[in-house]
Antibody, heavy 125, light 107 residues
Framework: QVQLQESGPGLVKPSQTLSLTCTVSGGSISSGGYYWSWIRQHPGKGLEWIGY???????YYNPSLKSRVTISVDTSKNQFSLKLSSVTAADTAVYYC?????????????????WGQGTLVTVSS | DIQLTQSPSFLSASVGDRVTITCRAS??????LAWYQQKPGKAPKLLIY???TLQSGVPSRFSGSGSGTEFTLTISSLQPEDFATYYCQQLNSYPFTFGGGTKVEIK
């Protein structure tokens, strides 16, 4: 079964760039059919979808973060990555990666499954 | 953005109770709604997709219904392992959004 695992620094300084990687095992990103998402959860709060990437490299970003977000994919390593620039304390959150599953008409996404375990990133000097 | 409003935000219930959580969308989302369960320190787990389709491996005491703007998640007989926070998510329109969550605690 497919499993996802986030990795990256747990502490980032303000104004710097947050960089995380999600490693996929049990399945190949390049086989297509799925989209690969990043989601974050501020401490004690709800969930915010950041964006997704397809194995071809096509992306969609949440407009609220679009100016600071880059999601990329490395099919040779079966990984996809998140970069969030110019971070502030407001970007402190648990960051999750997840597989986004199509199933609707015209391949519309219908769920996020599975999710990685999440990684806490704290923005502080 | 489509806003999802969950009610109640907090629910106290006993083992064996029937529990219903509501998710209302600010505009119609057809049936592009998913429900997740999250336990403390863990990632969300998919329970239901397409408003009413039970994810493989999820107990049949969980069920979902609704379309358009009003949806419900029902737990027919609450079990000890069901105490958690539940989130709805819409996938009808970008950006995908989540409800604020409903925390189910032991009475």
């Amino acid at each position: 079964q497919v499993q996802l695992q986030e990795s990256g620094p747990g502490l980032v300084k303000p104004s710097q760039t947050l960089s995380l990687t999600c490693t996929v095992s049990g399945g190949s990103i390049s086989s297509g059919g799925y989209y690969w998402s990043w989601i974050r959860q501020h401490p004690g709060k709800g969930l915010e979808w950041i964006g997704y990437i397809y194995y071809s490299g096509s992306t969609y970003y949440n407009p609220s973060l679009k100016s600071r977000v880059t999601i990329s994919v490395d099919t040779s390593k079966n990984q996809f990555s998140l970069k969030l620039s110019s971070v502030t304390a407001a970007d402190t959150a648990v960051y999750y990666c997840a597989r986004s599953v199509p199933g609707g008409i015209f391949g519309t996404l219908i769920s996020f499954d599975p999710w990685g375990q999440g990684t806490l990133v704290t923005v502080s000097s | 953005d489509i806003q999802l409003t969950q009610s109640p935000s907090f629910l106290s219930a006993s083992v064996g109770d029937r529990v219903t959580i509501t998710c209302r969308a600010s505009q119609g989302i057809s049936s592009y709604l998913a429900w997740y369960q999250q336990k403390p320190g863990k990632a969300p787990k998919l329970l239901i997709y397409a408003a009413s389709t039970l994810q493989s491996g999820v107990p049949s005491r969980f069920s979902g219904s609704g379309s358009g703007t009003e949806f419900t998640l029902t737990i027919s007989s609450l079990q000890p392992e069901d105490f958690a926070t539940y989130y709805c998510q819409q996938l009808n329109s970008y950006p995908f959004t989540f409800g604020g969550g409903t925390k189910v605690e032991i009475k």
